[in-house]
């Protein structure tokens, strides 16, 4: 549960509400599509996307620039 929690606060952005729901609608698609499609890499396909929001955007989807 933690380490959903962490996707979801580093997709959506520390403080934002909205970025929560948003974040853990995307954490919950693309685990469970990453669950039927390549069982094995199935926290590799969750923590990929997690470290290409932070290269893109690092205070997360819906953060504020600080």
């Keep these: 549960i933690l380490t959903y929690s962490l996707v ?3 997709l959506g952005g520390l403080g934002s509400l909205r970025g929560a729901v948003v974040g853990s609608l995307l954490v919950a698609l693309i685990y ?4 039927s499609l390549v069982p094995d890499l199935a ?3 969750l923590f990929a996307p997690m470290a290409l929001i932070l290269i893109v955007r690092p205070q997360g989807l819906f953060g504020r620039a600080g």
């Design 32 to 35: 469970t599509y990453g669950q």
């Design 8 to 10: 979801v606060v580093v």
């Design 43 to 45: 926290y590799f396909v």
